[in-house]
């Protein structure tokens, strides 16, 4: 029998994940599109008019499969099957999916990559015919839902922290439920690991940042988006067949889940990861393929950075580094997530461009300090350009390699240096064309100072870990704030009141 090739995708993220900035609800909605593989590869199995079916593939929200039928009538009837199970199932009817079959190709040489270009461009056209919601049918509703505000209000739930009573669509009834049943489950199923600890993992943002005790930073969280920097291309070169593409599946996931399980071992019991001793400040929003977005305390948000990127340094398939790049920003646990997740994959976005350099390919990152939550009323690149040496936002991205140097050095001169100072030192280096002789002049106090108080090497490691001497003064004005508690090792109070 012939074998064809079925792929679908949950689409329209922002309608079923990040609509809400609830996190129990966010959880709920990126938790069952991860687990829609799974179903999906349960249907098949009991499909009778298909067989051999092979998981070549699972991601966040897509899977690729393979199968033998008896002609193209019966694997679109699979297709078909798939798609019905998915509008019908209670919990995964509320998302837009798209599901397509091709026939597999019978070409010697590249034949496997031009089927899996052609299933793609099918889920991209059939992604554009369809709604961008799911709206359900829900006769009788007289209101739209408190949470998302479009579908109807057909079910009513407890609101967070104020217990109150509120009406909501059965979305988010569903994804709600979802989020705070499998919160723990996720980190042990992924794992493969049963964690001894009772503790949970955090219920809301505000469980993430709030501590009184950090100062500034209270109240504060950081969001880490990560995700592979040309993986396509690796796999257009590498995975010729649906083997090899079944092996750099696995490969990644393996690579992934022992990041996960260090992390979660790196940080189990610590109480600088815990609010009020009993929930772990952490929250995983996006997990599969090769994307991934978390959310910590701000004060844990440039060690967590440094920790991804080490340990994803050794990553290879066929003999080729995986590259990552890293959106990092930090924000208010107030603000709108569904924003700052744009926001860092945008910052991803910037970093692979720089890593992607031919001459030298490298993991890279790209961070944001938000101090409101409006970003800027001008775009994204003049907002960053106006905060960079002469306009030069790319001198800004980090390599991965030199993130815990750039963290160790301004520690080290965080506590030698005037802050005023360095603030003044920024403005001048910000200003297009550099302002000249009083740019250089406050640089020079500054070196002086350093040396003085015996910190002059940390500011030549700044700068050797920076991608220009300039870059090297804005990291350090930057991060002042946010890199007093790097060390994993360490844990302070009232450092940054002390400043």
């Not at 799911?134 to 479009?150: H, L, N, Q, S």
Request: hydrophobic residues 40%; negative net charge.
């Amino acid at each position: 029998m012939p074998n064809y090739l079925l792929r679908f995708e949950g689409v329209n993220l922002d309608s079923f994940v990040f609509d809400t900035d609830r996190l129990p609800t966010i959880r709920g909605g990126s938790l069952l599109l991860l687990r829609a593989v799974g179903e999906v590869e349960t249907w098949l199995r009991d499909e009778g008019s298909i067989s051999g079916l092979e998981t070549v593939s699972r991601g966040a929200s897509a899977g690729l499969f393979r199968f033998a039928a008896a002609d193209a009538g019966a694997a679109e009837s699979a297709r078909a099957l798939v798609e019905h199970r998915l509008g019908e199932d209670p919990r995964l009817c509320h998302a837009t999916f798209v599901v397509d079959v091709v026939l597999e190709s019978s070409e010697a040489v590249d034949g496997f990559r031009l089927d899996a270009e052609r299933l793609l461009a099918k889920n991209r056209f059939r992604q554009m015919r369809a709604p961008s919601v799911a709206m359900p049918v829900a006769p009788g509703a007289k209101e739209p839902c408190a949470v998302d505000r479009i579908r109807p209000a057909v079910a009513t739930q407890a609101a967070p922290r104020s217990g109150d009573q509120e009406k909501v669509s059965a979305s988010v009834a569903v994804r709600t439920r979802e989020g705070r049943k499998a919160k723990q489950e996720f980190y042990d199923i992924e794992t493969g690991k049963v964690w001894s600890h009772p503790r949970p993992f955090a219920f809301d943002f505000h469980q993430i940042a709030d501590d009184p005790k950090r100062g500034s930073l209270h109240g504060k969280m950081a969001v880490l988006h990560l995700d592979g920097n040309s993986f396509g291309a690796i796999q257009r070169q590498e995975c010729t067949t649906w083997e090899l593409q079944k092996e750099f599946d696995q490969a990644l996931r393996g690579y992934r889940r022992e990041l996960l399980k260090d992390l979660l071992t790196e940080i189990d019991g610590r109480s600088d990861w815990l609010w009020k001793d009993t929930t772990y400040r952490f929250e995983t929003l996006l997990w599969g393929g090769d994307e991934m977005i978390w959310v910590v305390p701000a004060w844990h948000g440039w060690w967590l950075l440094s920790f991804a990127l080490e340990r994803m340094a050794g990553w290879k398939f066929k003999g080729e580094p995986l590259h990552h790049a890293a959106g990092l920003v930090f924000c208010h646990a107030k603000a709108p997530i569904r924003r700052i997740t744009k926001l860092a994959e945008a910052l991803t976005g910037l970093a692979k461009a720089v890593g992607k350099a031919r001459d030298n390919p490298r993991s890279t990152a790209a961070y944001q300090v938000l101090e409101s939550f409006d970003l800027a009323p001008e775009s994204f690149a003049a907002f960053r350009a106006k905060r960079s040496p002469a306009g030069a936002a790319e001198q800004l991205i980090v390599d991965g390699g030199n993130a815990r140097q750039l963290a160790e050095s301004i520690q080290t001169l965080g506590s030698a240096l005037p802050r005023g100072k360095v603030y003044r030192a920024v403005a001048e280096l910000a200003k297009e064309p550099p302002g000249g002789r009083a740019e250089i002049a406050e640089i020079e106090i500054l070196r002086g100072i350093a040396k003085a108080n015996g910190v002059e090497t940390a500011l030549a490691e700044l700068e050797q870990a920076s991608a220009s001497p300039a870059a090297a003064w804005f990291h350090l004005a930057e991060l002042w704030d946010y890199l007093v508690d790097f060390s994993p090792e360490t844990e302070t109070e009232g450092n940054h009141a002390a400043r």
